[in-house]
């Protein structure tokens, strides 16, 4: 287990503790069981992560271990839940007393199993079979460089040198701000003298640190940027304070020491000393005392910090200032300026865009000569940062003024319009030099991307919606058969625009323009289907693109379904909508089959029916009454059924969905079929919505020759989807008595036990796909024990009329004795069974359900019911048990020799 993974589980445990505690407090007692029982499941999770791979290797060794099982464990832990539900405090203690007994037990077994294997690799008398590999001694390989060297200079800058100067420059710095804030509001000294003497001291101090940078280069350097970031703040505290009277006077101060730092840092090459004083530059505006900064205050104040960045990058590539630069920029800056700035401010905070676009494509620019003309031959740009200043000023400088300008269409086209003659301007002097080839290269496409953006902005209202949407589609065709990933992201780009801007007519303007929806709606599964159409246009999906036409079909197909419902006026309209969203997805999967479309089809697909099954949903819920369904015509019944087909006809074709993704298809298969079931009998939904299901299950039972039908019921999902039916349908079943005529012999009986069999089947496929066998023991028993007491129940309350579904239940003297004998009974004919075919694991079932009869007795019917049920439950418990010791003892394992077996 790898370092990193023991410190994730340990933080993990360590939440769940905190949040369960402080739930407790707050008196959210739900919230501490659940916190509970998923901290029980972790740590034997964790504990089980170090025992299985120790015992393998002790079998292998020829060691004997002594094999544990996690059944008690988990009935402790559910003892102690349901204990704390009902209030129990005595079941609580006994679970939690138990669950610590047998964890402490399994721990003492792990210890055992871990000493025989140190002994025997200390004393190894006899030959190996296995070596024990430690991933945290073997030697640690080199790991790739990470594509970000923003991060890792980051990183290097932190966690590398001396941490504690590091620290304590840091403590200064805040240090120094509350200085400046108290001697603003408290000290009776002029404000003038305040700020003179700490800008004096900073002085000293940046000189202090030039002094000594031959002696402690890191301590120096430290020291001027101390020094430096000091005289920011303190030029800030004495503008917004008055103390210096005008801008102009400002920004000659502010001038004069951004020269200093320059100077400074390009004299001692020191990239960390500029950084540390341009970062308390960018902050400085939010630690005045006084007032904030106005938007163009602000703005303007970034656009000097940006202008000495560009004067230091024409004269050193220092990237990671650029990228600095640029992300404070655009996060702080832009983001400050939607927040504060005013509607009479929108044309000064236009042109400062512009301005900042043109540093930030200036400095793309200049830092692509200078690393080129160190290294030509290893010129390559960074797939992230590097790529953000070439495309990533423009684009977001285009867009802080397209929002600006949102309904001004001479501004955004004619913005568009200035920035591809900028960027054909930049082409024609970029591409004589050959070692920009590439850079040139991003210009030519950054002018296209904007020549690209006129004709859908002098589209009217909702048609520039449809504009953009067809433009990205043509576009997008036109990059796969080109193969160019440029061209592919614009065109993307393209399409989150129309998707927005419909958004802005929806939600702003309180309008819904069919022709718009449609449009984008149509456009949205074009590029889909195109995209899958051809193998040389799948090869050039990555995940990132696959991952967007998963969002595209969400989209497309939740507007198809609004859209249809909108033309279709009809009593029938919600089966008719479905029906043929259904159909249509239908027949798109069919033309994608012949195109030999995999998963770059499955995914999209998978997601985009998500709406239409939410869709299926809300037509159930309206047409349930009173517990049941009632269809208004036969249309309607049979529309739903024959769309709950076509659905699982999607998710089953093709069957390559099982293997690539087995749980989204399972879950998806299950609920078609459950849609389809649900039309057989409404007037007994819970007993309809199972039979097409079960008859699947029945079907794949048999197919023993394909593999992929047993894999499909090895999906978890399909396990909760049973199990939850399991609960709910006892619970909440209204026609559990309809046409009910004896114990069994009825239609809930019947489907119930046939459930259960299916279950039982399903969690047997669970074990070989590696599912912890005492889950799959304690949910055999509860699923079990449910069922049968359910059974139990309805024959009793038709016979006897006794409370059902009631808290009546557990004071009932007759249903707790019935109860009692139940499950003493299934305990003895399973264990009974067990001994004599030799199945171990089966009469380890049996004694878990004596168990749970056993605490049943002891825990409540000692105290809950009346005298004469309470012996008998003891007598015929007690009866019961000592048959089973004669007749069922335990078995002393599997038996595998069929010629073995006692004869019956």
């Known amino acids: 287990m790898g370092k990193g993974q023991s410190e994730i589980r340990m933080i993990w445990l360590m939440v769940l503790i905190i949040v369960g505690v402080g739930a407790w407090f707050l008196d959210v007692r739900i919230f501490t069981y659940l916190c509970g029982l998923a901290f029980v499941m972790s740590v034997m999770q964790y504990v089980d992560a170090i025992y299985s791979p120790a015992a393998q290797i002790a079998a292998e060794t020829h060691l004997s271990v002594q094999e544990s099982s996690k059944v008690p464990l988990y009935l402790c832990s559910i003892i102690a839940i349901v204990g704390g539900i009902l209030d129990w405090e005595f079941a609580i203690a006994v679970g939690i007393t138990g669950w610590v007994f047998f964890f402490l037990r399994w721990l003492r077994r792990l210890e055992g199993v871990l000493n025989q294997i140190q002994t025997r690799l200390q004393h190894p008398q006899t030959p190996v079979s296995s070596v024990v590999e430690n991933p945290q001694s073997q030697p640690h390989e080199t790991q790739p460089a990470s594509s970000s060297e923003l991060i890792e200079q980051f990183k290097q800058w932190i966690f590398q040198g001396n941490p504690v100067l590091k620290v304590a420059i840091l403590v200064l710095v805040i240090g120094i701000i509350l200085l400046l804030r108290f001697a603003t509001e408290h000290w009776q000294l002029s404000l003038a003298v305040k700020l003179a003497i700490v800008a004096g001291i900073s002085g000293a101090v940046t000189a202090l640190g030039y002094w000594m940078q031959t002696k402690n280069r890191s301590f120096a350097l430290a020291l001027e940027g101390l020094g430096l970031a000091a005289l920011f703040l303190t030029l800030f505290f004495a503008y917004y304070n008055a103390v210096i009277p005008t801008l102009a006077i400002a920004g000659l101060c502010f001038a004069l020491i951004m020269g200093v730092t320059l100077i400074l840092s390009l004299k001692q090459q020191s990239i960390e000393l500029v950084l540390m004083a341009m970062i308390i530059a960018y902050i ?11 938007a163009i205050e602000l703005i303007a104040y970034y656009v000097v910090i940006n202008l000495a960045v560009a004067v230091l990058s024409t004269l050193r590539p220092w990237k990671m200032l650029n990228q600095i630069a640029f992300l404070m920029t655009v996060i702080v800056g832009g983001g400050y300026a939607f927040y504060q700035g005013k509607e009479f401010e929108k044309n000064t905070l236009t042109f400062l865009v512009a301005v900042h676009t043109a540093i930030f494509v200036w400095l793309s620019f200049r830092f692509s000569q200078l690393i080129a003309k160190e290294d030509i031959a290893q010129f390559k740009l960074k797939p992230v940062l590097d790529i953000a200043l070439i495309f990533g000023a423009p684009l977001v ?38 070692a920009v080839l590439l850079i040139s290269q991003s210009y030519f496409s950054l002018m296209l991307i904007f020549l690209a953006l006129i004709p859908p902005i002098l589209l009217h209202k909702q048609w520039s919606v449809i504009g953009w949407a067809v433009e990205g589609l043509i576009i997008f065709i036109y990059a796969l058969y080109r193969q160019s990933d440029i061209s592919r992201y614009l065109a993307m780009g393209l399409m989150i625009v129309a998707g927005l801007s419909s958004l802005y007519y929806l939600v702003e303007l309180n309008e819904f323009p069919n022709e718009m929806y449609w449009g984008l709606c149509l456009s ?150 459950a849609m389809t079931s649900l039309t057989l009998l409404p007037g007994m939904p819970y007993i309809s919505v199972v039979i097409l299901p079960l008859l699947f299950c029945a079907w794949c039972y048999w197919q023993l020759d394909n593999p992929d039908w047993k894999m499909f019921w090895q999906a978890h999902i399909s396990l909760v989807l049973m199990a939850s039916w399991i609960i709910c349908s006892q619970l909440f079943s209204q026609q559990a008595f309809q046409g009910y005529i004896l114990p069994i012999i009825n239609p809930f009986d019947l489907v119930s036990i046939a459930v259960l069999a299916g279950f039982i089947w399903m969690l047997s496929l669970q074990v070989k796909s590696g599912l912890d066998k005492g889950i799959v023991a304690v949910l055999m028993v509860l699923s079990l024990l449910w069922l049968s007491s359910y059974i139990v129940l309805r024959a009793l309350h038709v016979y006897l009329n006794t409370p059902f579904n009631e808290m009546a239940v557990w004071g009932n003297a007759t249903v707790q004795l019935s109860l009692t004998l139940l499950w003493v009974s299934l305990a003895f004919i399973t264990m009974s069974l067990a001994s004599r075919k030799q199945l171990r694991s089966v009469w380890i079932l049996g004694g878990s359900i004596l168990v749970i009869v056993t605490l049943k007795l002891v825990l409540f019917d000692l105290s809950h019911i009346g005298t004469l049920t309470r012996v008998i439950s003891f007598l015929g418990a007690g009866f019961v048990m000592l048959m089973i010791a004669y007749i069922a003892p335990i078995p002393e394992g599997e038996n595998t020799n069929p010629s073995s077996r006692p004869s019956p």
């Open 284 to 294: 400085a505006p939010f630690t005045l005392p006084v007032r904030n900064a106005t």
């Open 524 to 673: 949205y599964f074009a590029v889909v289907v195109v995209a899958n159409s051809r193998e040389s246009f799948r090869q050039q999906l990555g995940s990132s693109t696959i991952a967007f036409h998963c969002l595209q079909m969400l989209s497309a197909t939740t507007m198809l379904i609004v859209l249809l419902l909108d033309e279709i006026e009809h009593s029938s309209q919600l089966v008719m909508s479905l029906l043929i969203v259904s159909g249509f997805y239908l027949l798109i999967n069919e033309a994608m089959l012949r195109c030999k479309a995999t998963w770059t089809w499955l995914f999209p697909k998978w997601l985009g029916l998500i709406p239409v099954f939410v869709f299926a949903l809300i037509i159930v819920i309206d047409q349930s009454q009173q517990g049941i369904i009632v269809w208004p015509t036969l249309f309607d019944r049979l529309g739903f059924a024959l769309s709950g087909l076509m659905l699982t006809a999607l998710w089953l074709r093709p069957l390559l969905g099982v293997r690539t993704e087995k749980e989204w298809v399972s879950f998806g298969t299950l609920t078609s079929l």
């Open 397 to 434: 400088g285009y867009i802080f003024i397209y929002l600006m300008h949102f309904e001004e269409t001479r501004w955004q086209a004619g913005a568009s319009l200035a920035f591809a003659a900028v960027y054909a301007g930049l082409y024609q002097l970029s591409k004589r030099h050959q």
